[in-house]
């Protein structure tokens, strides 16, 4: 890619993240919904641990990637379920990581149940002003940005967070809504702010049976954030319950168009499945990249002392 391309998409992606930094978004949100929601904490009635990897605009230079692990599981006597989980996003010189631990109440009404959920932990963020270049910079030797506000070694900051979110399920209908990161705290690496802005979620699902082997579920979800908001629709088809395919779509708008997504996924054995995502990018940046991978793995462990009287295993993780 030009150098000078290179250098002023960066520049871009950088200052646009001092004013606000927004968390990382994932193509394969349904396997992953404890990440972006504490209500779901518990929501399975198994243990159920996640692994996401994520690469973004494979090709461009200062590429974001990101990991997220999780576990979650009931627990019957406090009426509902706990989980621990950890995100790292990194794009260009800035790397964000936070670890929540989450409860979420539960409750059954009727056939229907209702979650509530709230996780508490921290984020750190850190910036590595050995990965910056400024046009009126020297980098032969020593780093000199020819710039005060600009660090030339690796600083970080912590700040305590807090998220929120509510969930509710009935028959093969699904909806959820988490608010990230309420205290809203700025990170301030010696003068060079960088603010981590509330982030709003909604969630949306519902699976439909076509014929005795196949499924499928179409599912939404809606980002909003900085006064902006990015929908996602995606549609699954299952086939016998033991592999999925998919088609998604991130970005109605011209201005927030970003990329078309293909899934596939198969149950590799009893409670272990593993996914995959390609998006092919529609925005602005297409041709400075290559498109993006996503790779998620998810375990089922049934545990008797977890176990209700009505729980049946599922191999799906909607």
Same mark, same amino acid.
């Given at each position: 890619?030009?150098?000078?391309?290179?250098?002023?998409?960066?520049?871009?992606?950088?200052?646009?993240?001092?004013?606000?930094?927004?968390?990382?978004?994932?193509?394969?949100?349904?396997?992953?919904?404890?990440?972006?929601?504490?209500?779901?904490?518990?929501?399975?009635?198994?243990?159920? $641990?996640?692994?996401?990897?994520?690469?973004?605009?494979?090709?461009?230079?200062?590429?974001?990637?990101?990991?997220?692990?999780?576990?979650?599981?009931?627990?019957?006597?406090?009426?509902?379920?706990?989980?621990?989980?950890?995100?790292?996003?990194?794009?260009?010189?800035?790397?964000?990581?936070?670890?929540?631990?989450?409860?979420?109440?539960?409750?059954?009404?009727?056939?229907?149940?209702?979650?509530?959920?709230?996780?508490?932990?921290?984020?750190?963020?850190?910036?590595?002003?050995?990965?910056?270049?400024?046009?009126?910079?020297?980098?032969?030797?020593?780093?000199?940005?020819?710039?005060?506000?600009?660090?030339?070694?690796?600083?970080?900051?912590?700040?305590?967070?807090?998220?929120?979110?509510?969930?509710?399920?009935?028959?093969?209908?699904?909806?959820?809504?988490?608010?990230?990161?309420?205290?809203?705290?700025?990170?301030?690496?010696?003068?060079?702010?960088?603010?981590? $802005?509330?982030?709003?979620?909604?969630?949306?699902?519902?699976?439909?049976?076509?014929?005795?082997?196949?499924?499928?579920?179409?599912?939404?979800?809606?980002?909003?954030?900085?006064?902006?908001?990015?929908? $996602?629709?995606?549609?699954?088809?299952?086939?016998?319950?033991?592999?999925?395919?998919?088609?998604?779509?991130?970005?109605?708008?011209?201005?927030?168009?970003?990329?078309?997504?293909?899934?596939?996924?198969?149950?590799?054995?009893?409670?272990?499945?593993?996914?995959?995502?390609?998006?092919?990018?529609?925005?602005?940046?297409?041709?400075?990249?290559?498109?993006?991978?996503?790779?998620?793995?998810?375990?089922?462990?049934?545990?008797?002392?977890?176990?209700?009287?009505?729980?049946?295993?599922?191999?799906?993780?909607?």
């Amino acid at each position: 890619m030009n150098r000078l391309a290179i250098l002023l998409i960066n520049s871009f992606l950088f200052l646009n993240s001092l004013f606000a930094q927004s968390d990382g978004h994932y193509s394969q949100y349904m396997f992953n919904k404890f990440a972006l929601n504490p209500a779901y904490a518990g929501s399975k009635d198994l243990l159920r $641990t996640t692994a996401l990897y994520r690469t973004q605009w494979l090709g461009f230079e200062g590429q974001p990637a990101s990991q997220s692990i999780s576990a979650d599981l009931p627990i019957l006597p406090i009426k509902g379920g706990i989980g621990l989980v950890v995100n790292n996003d990194v794009i260009g010189a800035e790397r964000t990581t936070n670890f929540m631990f989450a409860y979420a109440f539960r409750k059954k009404i009727g056939v229907a149940k209702l979650s509530l959920g709230i996780s508490i932990g921290g984020l750190q963020k850190t910036l590595d002003g050995r990965k910056l270049i400024t046009p009126s910079g020297t980098y032969s030797g020593e780093i000199n940005h020819n710039d005060q506000i600009l660090p030339t070694n690796l600083i970080s900051t912590f700040s305590p967070d807090v998220n929120t979110g509510i969930a509710f399920e009935y028959k093969q209908f699904t909806f959820g809504a988490s608010l990230l990161h309420l205290p809203q705290f700025n990170s301030d690496f010696k003068g060079l702010a960088i603010k981590t $802005t509330r982030q709003l979620f909604f969630t949306s699902s519902y699976r439909q049976k076509i014929s005795k082997d196949v499924d499928i579920t179409p599912s939404v979800l809606i980002a909003y954030n900085k006064g902006k908001m990015q929908q $996602t629709i995606n549609m699954l088809v299952y086939y016998k319950k033991d592999f999925w395919a998919g088609v998604a779509i991130r970005g109605l708008i011209n201005d927030d168009r970003d990329a078309l997504t293909g899934m596939l996924g198969l149950n590799i054995k009893e409670g272990l499945s593993l996914g995959y995502a390609y998006d092919f990018s529609i925005s602005n940046l297409t041709k400075f990249n290559s498109g993006s991978h996503e790779i998620v793995l998810n375990y089922l462990i049934n545990f008797s002392f977890i176990k209700t009287s009505n729980a049946l295993y599922s191999p799906r993780f909607m």
